[in-house]
């Protein structure tokens, strides 16, 4: 039977060409508009290792100044990066079963076997960073509690930078210079581009990864300043690195592993255990304002997925209604004026159960002709956004990913959406009389 | 001629009516916003920055060797970058303006944190800077050259005199607009600034700060070991001047990592790409969903005459004339219209309201809601048009032939 819906379909669109097409295209281009805009809005809203999401978190402490909250707009929330004595402090507790601290920096990367000098973007981090996140190596691994106490001269590299420095042949073991010291290289991570950057998200939730990986402790060494973020609030007079290093400002950021409710329990403890005693040293000066964020927390609390993005996706989806409203006229007008074919269908036999699935089967097809149609174009839209954007926006290819999922989504709402527009019509086609159309004839 | 026939008309073949006037409605209430926010957008990608802006690239050079003369390098480079032809000026800077990187700081307009405050965008440069940048003093000179400090090592704290723009300095000194020059204002710390020169007009890192044109050049080069350099190339010789410079920079020291070279234009693109996607994004559905709106009322107004031949007919054989026909059909969908419009006014308000509360976007400007509406009822009577015309053509004998 519904082959039969289909063929007569078919005939329907020959009859009107123009009509079909103008509901096709309807479709196609709400669709399509759709996509682009979720295509965008999902990059930002996925959840980077979701099977992780009730294990990391985000310790987040209140070290502002007490006249002024960090952000005017939301008074509520503590600033997204630490003291390097928070930081510290924070990373002495051992109720976590992993833990990390860490800030971006940056230098010249030379030696290698023949690599033209470059300056390279820096993670300067603890151990437990690779196995948190759960960064892929190519060769070798991480390092341990150990190198980080020491530290010792070792590095990671991205897959890029040893691709630079080594040709992409196994580095481990070998040396390269970083601010013209050496560092011996004991990992080196496949591709590894999370998108949204999750972990460092105040400083450009789609940045690319960072080039090197060294342990965290060279920073204070080697007297390093953040390549991102920096704010201070205090009058501070400060005239060494070590100052700097001892002020309120902040800049540094830490995560921690917590794998079981107890342990999150006692870490929230620790937390205001720790700011309390601070209090009692006369830091923290505002009132307790401790939050353990999960990543997905952590994203909303950043605001990763912008404001902009929600607001077009919203237009995007008006836009959609007005085409479906749109077609459901179209279709109106155009089963009605077949009315008198489908008065002889009902005066021969046919139930109004089966007027309704033909006419029904009709809006389906169209619906799904508008849906692949649309989504093309909508692949065709994010094409030519990279197209005009990537000549000047570093990140689009994580921020506006070819994404296939999306793809097929639009498909299904727009096979839902074709079927609701055409349940109206449908239904009033079926409910007509067919003597008062056979009596016109 | 009375609208009570024509609304019994429509009252009897309702859907089709009611469909066009929601989409009517769902269009105004769409447009009128998304025109709202586009026209916010464009003209906040449309500031005139003060600077010289498509005609300025910049590039970073870091030296990375122990005990290397990072000064002797500046001057050596900036030296010849000046020379070189198609170049009108350079000058060493810490961030590049408009490009979303900067440092930011607070000044007072008395000492121990007192009088009026102001934060301030601040860019160090040396004695080129304000032809480099191609910015305009208003008022005072120029630095000297000799007024530049050369720092070797980190510290706090910013030489005694400064370039302000008008903006900063004015609202430090509400009451002294006219002699902004030769003011002193405080850092944190109480250390003075005097202001020897004020900039008429210039925007300083991150284009959706309120504050944006609060800026501040002050005297500075350095600590090393990274600088960015700014050049200005003569008008429409900047894609030759940076492949020249490039090479050149090489050539001249090879011990030195030469970064990626980026005109102000790409940066100042890239700060406004967020505003830029929105304004593309929302004209498109403009454009489209009133291509569409059109497309409904002219279907809804052909379908209406296609089924109503036998009425035309009977009326023009009963003496209609034809601008009665036209008339008839003008006034119906006027008022399918009307229905639409109005209910799309409530709807307009309603979604201004909740982007403005939800966003943070400002409140919707009620002039666009008028033109909105001015709008729609002359796109709806455009869209009409043919249909009423076509229906006039029924010839009055279509009456006599079906009966």
């Known amino acids: 039977m519904f082959a039969y819906y289909l063929r007569l379909a078919l005939q329907s669109f020959r009859r009107n060409p123009g009509l079909t097409a103008l509901m096709v295209m309807a479709i196609a281009l709400g669709i399509s508009v759709c996509m682009v805009t979720l295509t965008s809005y999902r990059a930002a809203a996925r959840i980077p290792l979701p099977h992780k999401n009730d294990m990391l978190f985000v310790p987040n402490v209140d070290s502002w100044d007490p006249d002024n909250s960090y952000d005017k707009d939301k008074p509520g929330n503590a600033p997204d990066l630490q003291t390097y004595r928070d930081a510290r402090g924070l990373f002495a507790s051992t109720i976590p079963d992993r833990k990390l601290i860490m800030f971006k920096a940056g230098g010249v990367l030379s030696g290698g076997n023949n690599m033209v000098p470059e300056y390279v973007s820096s993670r300067m981090t603890t151990g437990d960073f690779f196995a948190m996140f759960e960064t892929p190596f ?31 042949a196994n580095s481990v073991g070998k040396t390269v210079l970083w601010h013209d010291r050496e560092f011996r290289v004991v990992g080196v991570l496949n591709d590894w581009e999370p998108a949204p950057k999750f972990f460092d998200v105040s400083n450009g939730s789609f940045d690319d990864p960072e080039q090197i990986y060294v342990p965290f402790s060279w920073g204070q060494i080697m007297e390093l300043g953040s390549d991102g973020n920096t704010n201070c609030w205090k009058t501070e007079d400060i005239k060494s690195y070590l100052d700097f290093l001892n002020s309120e400002c902040i800049w540094f950021e830490s995560w921690v592993e917590l794998r079981t409710p107890a342990k999150v329990e006692a870490y929230r403890k620790f937390l205001d255990d720790y700011v309390v005693e601070q209090k009692s040293k006369g ?3 505002r009132p307790l304002n401790n939050h353990l964020y999960t990543i997905e927390g952590w994203m909303e609390r950043n605001q990763v997925v912008g404001t902009d993005n929600k607001a077009m996706l919203i237009m995007a989806f008006a836009f959609l209604a007005v085409c479906l409203v749109n077609t459901v006229g179209l279709l109106l007008a155009k089963f009605l004026n077949a009315a008198p074919v489908a008065g002889v269908r009902r005066a021969l036999g046919a139930s109004r159960r089966d007027i309704f699935l033909q006419h029904l089967t009709e809006s389906g097809v169209i619906a799904v002709a508008g849906g692949l149609a649309g989504a093309l174009l909508g692949i065709a839209g994010v094409w030519a956004l990279r197209a005009w954007y990537g000549r000047f926006v570093q990140d689009l290819e994580r921020s506006l990913p070819t994404d296939y999922s999306t793809f097929w989504i639009a498909v299904g709402i727009s096979l839902a959406a074709g079927i609701i527009a055409g349940l109206y019509p449908a239904w009033r086609i079926g409910r007509a009389a067919p003597a008062s159309y056979l009596k016109a004839q | 001629m009375g609208l009570r026939p024509i ?22 209430a769409i447009v009128v916003n998304a025109v709202f926010v586009t026209e916010q957008r464009l003209t906040k990608i449309g500031r005139d920055s003060g600077m010289d802006d498509t005609n300025i690239f910049a590039v970073p050079v870091t030296s990375f060797e122990k005990d ?41 307009s008395l000492p121990d944190k007192k009088g009026e405050k102001s934060p301030v965008a601040y860019y160090n440069t040396d004695e080129h800077g304000v032809q480099t940048l191609g910015v305009k003093l208003a008022d005072g000179k120029n630095f000297a050259a000799a007024e530049i400090e050369y720092r070797p090592k980190d510290a706090q704290g910013l ?9 900063f300095a004015e609202v430090l000194f509400p009451k002294d607009k006219e002699h902004l020059v030769g003011k002193t204002f405080y850092d944190d710390q109480s250390k003075p600034t005097v202001i020897s020169g004020v900039i008429e007009q210039m925007h300083g890192a991150w284009v959706g700060w309120d504050k944006l044109d609060r800026v501040m050049l002050a005297p500075l080069v350095g600590p090393g070991p990274g600088v960015r350099y700014l050049i200005r190339a003569k008008p429409g010789q900047i894609d030759s001047v940076m492949s020249a410079v490039e090479i ?29 996607l929105m304004a593309v994004t929302l004209s498109v559905v403009t454009g489209l969903v009133l291509i569409f709106s059109a497309l409904g009322i002219f279907g809804l107004a052909t379908f209406n005459v296609n089924t109503r031949t ?7 054989a009963v003496g209609a004339r034809k601008l009665d ?32 509360n939800q966003f943070g976007l400002p409140r919707l400007d009620l002039y666009f809601l008028v033109g909105g509406v001015i709008g729609l009822w002359v796109l709806g009577q455009l869209a009409a048009w043919q249909p009423a015309l076509r229906a006039a053509k029924v010839s009055p004998a279509t009456a006599t032939r079906n009966v």
């Open chain 1, 138 to 168: 190519l060769y070798g691994n991480g390092w341990d509690a150990k190198a980080d106490a020491g530290p010792e001269p070792v590095v990671v590299l991205s897959k890029e930078t040893n691709q630079k420095a080594f040709g992409g």
């Open chain 1, 283 to 285: 830091r923290f000066p």
């Open chain 2, 7 to 28: 609304l019994s008309a429509l009252m009897r073949n309702g859907a089709g009516a009611i469909l066009v006037s929601m989409q009517i409605a769902l269009t105004l």
């Open chain 2, 68 to 108: 290397h003369d990072f000064f002797g390098m500046v001057r050596a480079d900036l030296a010849m970058l000046r020379d070189m032809p198609g170049v009108v000026d350079a000058a060493p800077t810490t961030q590049i303006p408009l490009s979303g990187g900067g440092s930011s700081t607070q000044f007072y």
């Open chain 2, 159 to 167: 030489p005694g005199t400064a370039l302000v723009t008008r903006a």
């Open chain 2, 248 to 276: 050149a920079l090489r050539k001249r020291d090879p011990n030195r990592v030469v970064g990626k070279l980026r005109t102000m234009l790409n940066f100042k693109q890239s700060s406004y790409a967020s505003d830029s």
């Open chain 2, 310 to 316: 036998r009425q035309i007919g009977t009326r023009r």
């Open chain 2, 325 to 356: 026909i036209v008339s008839y059909f003008m006034a119906e969908n006027w008022m399918v219209t009307s229905l639409g419009v109005l209910v799309g006014c409530i709807l307009a308000l309603l979604v201004g309201f909740w982007l403005s």
